[in-house]
């Protein structure tokens, strides 16, 4: 099946399966591998991108319902030049990150999250994470840089 | 003031560039020219007879290139096991063979039976699906007591039965370890279960193997803490591929949490294949098939005592446990009940006696093998939970109770054969009770039960070893490998560094702390330093990332290779400014000779070392480059105190966390930012296990927590900030850095802390509930809540227990 669509900005065209997900079109087809595969359950989180502005896991969506779609994933997150993101710039400043795999769905939750809700409280981020996994920060970091690239700075944690 | 490079300074992340970029190199983004891939059938039963696999509709149908079956590894080696425990009978453990593919039987769900290779992944998929596998079922053995019972189906026919080794430490004690209970004012018995997890690295395991008939050489990417463990241990026992054929490359890593270190079917399979079919062979894991696939981790049930005098000291300590070992014997799986276990149960006390028992029980499980702490948090859990439930019964104050009993004199030989070199756990528990606000408790407990909640508070203590060495004495307790590591630094002719490591990095961070330390060394920019590691045929050799070694052992085989270099730059730089040796300064990248002001800079000496025209040849080779293994003297042993506050719903058994709070020692710190990273990480997975995590079997041995919809991973609102200090520093004595390890502490001094505040709690609600078997999920904190009032004395069993994971430790007497 073919399918035709915008990623990062760029027209691109596919020919798949009917049962190829999304996020094996991304990685597989256009060579786009920061997307990643953390589960088979639509639980982790590590493929979230976006499509036509909204938050998918696009291993829970056929590359062919993307058709006409613009997707975005992190590989088009930071600027061209390749300045960071602010949200990328705080999960660096904040240590937000440790072994990286699940660091694109991460960052494509949380700018979702600050277009949805530019100033979000620390439990409004945590709750909006619930779909993503991370299995080394323990959230602390990420949280904080999420705050934190919200212009909202975190009061100094006790003796850290 | 905080230092900005150098050791000391929280540096940025160098990695986290290509991580947040989207461009990092994992191992599953590797695609060869010519790949094909793999599609193991895994067994959906525990146990069974293996009378045949048809594979002929299945090779037939489209893109298969060829369906393998156990019969076409019968002349390869098994999977080794890395470590020998001798049972407390001076006999070897029993040490069954492990195929690359199940052969005449099955012994546990996810065991790979068959494998296909296609001309795509799903191709591959849809073929495994035609195989036929023809099995008579047998009873699944999966209670460890009924295991070694009399008559109980075995798991391996060629052995004597079920129990893997009966292993006894340290045997000499025991007698008189049982006449100082005898002599006991107060024996404290605690039976537990520390409960059985899967580590879950977000990243899935990835194999690709790769062959090259023209120069007969073997390339194995893989998503491995240990490339050269892994070439070792493929490449000489079960494949037979010497070192200079084999290469092993471990790119990007994502996460790894000990289930990464051992070697796999999965590897072996697609280097074996790939020659086989002379194409590149790819194996992604799916997140199921982790589960009934990678390494598990704990899965102990423990009985513990603690005798005390009249005064309240600790006089003796004695466990039984029973470790599941699952199905076969996983690369480190015997060393975990026993060398990283019975040495740590004297803890931070100066208990004269210890004695631990342990049984290692082979069942129809996914094999079990070390998990972020591996031994030391089951040590942990039992000491510093019997402690707590002292306390309680004796009426004293729990840090009361640990710090009259803390050692304080170092070093200290402990009676359980090691011997911690420095430590202050007062220091660390003093720390504690400022930032957790210990002081504050008892208002904010009285805040929470106006709102009809009730509050708890859990400390714990607790002592780990890291960087475990040396490898004379390892290889005597067992160990089939030397626990040392290697680095080598090469400074380029310009002056910048490459230093190749036998440590590996998959979260920690080493490619930004290793050149703070040479940074520091030598006074060049940290930038100007770079790290490679993960690729056999690019470093020299190393043992990999595991145990907190990394910089303990590798950092420390980095400092001698610097230091090489140094002594050899010095003599060049003596010569270029006509000096003697000895009077040679370096400093801020600059050798200068002392008391006068002449000088030379760093990239001066290293470019006469390549360009050798004004040079000393006669006495010193050309070139900068020094290699240095280094093999620790003793373990380190870092240590400290957490502490736990929850907010329970007595409505719904549901426990918050609404504090948590760690104080660690971990000598000197190279990246503070980095440490805390560590310890935030390791806090959550405590606390997953000791409130969410299970990995659950029934009795047939079907794995019912095998998604991410069944196993509760720990989620950013399960979780609070936590609050870690790591300003008490005592430094190891024995390394050069005087650097301890910080991997592993967050998850083995959490759990206690977090099943102690539960308890303190339910017990402030005058409930009269001793213990509860972690995770403590909402029901069983429930049913313990209300057995306690309406059932007093009829214990509750927990939710699909067995027997030997007890019927006692929910609600029931106190």
């Known amino acids: 099946m073919k399918l035709s669509l915008r990623v990062n900005g760029r027209d691109v065209t596919g020919d798949v399966e009917g049962r190829t997900l999304l996020v094996d079109f991304l990685r597989n087809d256009l060579r786009l591998t920061g997307t990643h595969v953390g589960c088979d359950t639509s639980q982790c989180g590590a493929c979230t991108v976006h499509v036509d502005g909204k938050l998918v896991k696009s291993c829970t969506m056929f590359a062919v319902e993307a058709d006409g779609a613009e997707v975005a994933t992190i590989e088009g997150a930071a600027a061209p030049d390749g300045t960071l993101s602010v949200i990328q710039q705080a999960f660096q400043d904040h240590h937000g990150l440790q072994c990286g795999y699940c660091t694109p769905g991460m960052v494509m939750t949380a700018a979702s999250l600050l277009r949805e809700n530019p100033k979000p409280t620390e439990h409004e981020v945590r709750q909006y994470l619930e779909g993503n996994i991370c299995r080394c920060t323990g959230y602390h970091n990420i949280v904080k840089a999420i705050m934190a690239a919200s212009g909202q700075e975190m009061p100094a944690m006790a003796a850290e | ?814």
């Open chain 2, 1 to 814: 003031m905080p230092k900005d490079s150098g050791i000391g300074a929280s540096t940025k992340r160098r990695e986290d560039i290509r991580f947040l970029t989207g461009t990092g190199k994992y191992t599953d983004d590797i695609n060869i020219f010519g790949q094909t891939y793999v599609h193991f059938l895994r067994a959906d039963v525990a146990h069974a007879v293996l009378n045949g696999v048809d594979t002929t509709q299945a090779a037939a149908m489209p893109g298969v290139l060829r369906v393998f079956t156990g019969a076409d590894f019968e002349a390869v080696g098994s999977i080794p096991c890395g470590w020998q425990i001798t049972d407390k009978h001076g006999q070897p453990m029993q040490e069954p063979r492990h195929p690359v593919l199940a052969h005449g039987k099955i012994r546990h769900v996810g065991e790979p039976v068959a494998a296909v290779v296609a001309e795509t992944r799903e191709q591959a998929r849809d073929a495994a699906e035609a195989i036929v596998l023809d099995y008579d079922e047998l009873p699944a053995v999966m209670d460890m007591k009924k295991a070694i019972a009399e008559g109980a189906p075995k798991v391996h026919e060629e052995l004597t039965g079920n129990l893997c080794y009966d292993w006894g430490f340290v045997e000499e004690n025991k007698a008189a370890t049982d006449a100082a209970f005898e002599a006991a004012a107060h024996v404290t018995t605690l039976e537990l279960v520390n409960n059985r997890l899967v580590a879950n690295p977000m990243e899935p395991r990835v194999a690709v193997g790769e062959y090259d008939r023209a120069d007969d050489m073997h390339t194995l990417h893989t998503t491995s803490q240990n490339p050269h463990v892994i070439r070792l241990l493929m490449g000489a026992f079960v494949l037979g591929i010497p070192e200079h054929k084999l290469r092993v490359v471990a790119p990007d890593v994502g996460g790894g949490f000990g289930t990464k270190i051992f070697h796999y079917q999965e590897e072996a399979f697609c280097t074996f294949a790939a020659k086989a079919l002379n194409r590149p062979v790819k194996w992604t894991s799916t997140r199921s098939e982790a589960f009934m696939s990678d390494a598990h981790g704990r899965d102990h049930v423990s009985k513990i005592q603690l005798a005390l005098d009249a005064d309240n000291n600790f006089t003796a300590l004695r466990t039984e446990t029973y470790a599941n070992m699952g199905a076969y014997l996983s690369t480190f799986a015997p060393s975990v009940p026993t060398w990283l276990h019975g040495t740590l149960m004297a803890g931070n006390y100066k208990t004269p006696l210890v004695y631990v028992n342990v049984k290692a029980v082979f069942t129809n499980t996914v094999p079990v093998d070390a998990y972020r702490g591996a031994g030391r948090p089951e040590a942990t859990y039992q000491l510093e939970r019997v402690v707590d439930m002292a306390a309680r019964e004796l009426g004293v104050d729990p840090i009361a109770l640990r710090r009259q009993n803390y050692i304080t004199e170092f070093p200290y030989a402990t009676p359980v054969a090691v011997e911690y070199d420095t430590g202050d756990y007062h220091a660390t528990m003093d720390k504690l009770i400022e930032i957790a606000d210990i002081a504050g408790f008892a208002a904010r407990r009285a805040d929470s039960e106006k709102a009809g909640k009730l509050r708890g508070l859990g400390i714990n203590s607790y002592i780990e070893a890291c960087g475990i060495a040396p490898s004379n004495l390892v290889g005597q307790l067992g160990a089939r490998a030397g626990l040392y590591d290697a680095a080598t630094v090469r400074v380029n002719a310009t002056g910048s560094i490459s230093v190749m490591v036998g440590a590996h990095s998959h979260g920690q961070g080493h490619e930004t702390a290793f050149p703070q330390v040479i940074s520091e060394m030598i006074g060049i920019p940290e930038d100007q330093i770079h790290i490679v590691h993960g690729d056999t045929s690019k470093i020299p050799f190393g043992m990999g990332t595991y145990g907190s070694r990394s910089l303990a052992v590798c950092g420390s085989a980095m400092v001698r290779a610097a230091e090489k270099v140094i002594n050899k730059a010095k003599k060049i730089a003596a010569h270029l400014l006509e000096a003697s040796e000895g009077d040679i300064e370096l400093k801020d990248g600059s050798f200068s000779v002392a008391g006068t002001d002449k000088s030379v800079a760093w990239g001066d000496v290293t470019l006469a070392a390549y360009v050798p025209h004004n040079y000393p040849l006669t006495d010193i080779e050309p070139g900068l480059e020094e290699t240095a293994f280094y093999d620790p003297a003793n373990f380190t042993y870092p240590a400290g105190a957490y502490a736990c506050e929850i907010e329970l719903d007595p409505e719904t058994g549901h426990v918050k966390i609404e504090r948590f709070s760690a104080a660690d020692d971990f000598g000197n710190i190279i990246n503070p930012m980095i440490v805390s990273g560590q310890v935030h990480g390791g806090i959550a997975q405590g606390i997953g296990q000791a409130l969410l995590e299970n990995c659950a079997y029934d009795a047939d041995g079907q794995l019912i927590s095998a998604s991410y919809m069944d196993y509760a991973m720990p989620r950013a609102d399960d979780l609070p900030f936590y609050s870690v200090d790591h300003s008490c520093q005592t430094p190891c004595t024995h390394n050069p850095l005087g650097v301890k390890g910080c991997g592993e502490a967050g998850a083995i001094g959490s759990p206690p802390s977090v099943v102690n505040a539960v308890i303190d709690a339910i017990q402030s609600g005058g409930m009269n509930v001793a213990h509860i078997d972690m995770p403590l999920t909402p029901s069983r904190v429930w049913a313990a809540m209300h057995g306690a009032r309406t059932n007093a004395g009829a214990a509750q069993p927990a939710a699909g227990s067995s027997d030997t994971a007890h019927a006692r430790s929910i609600g029931g007497a106190a």
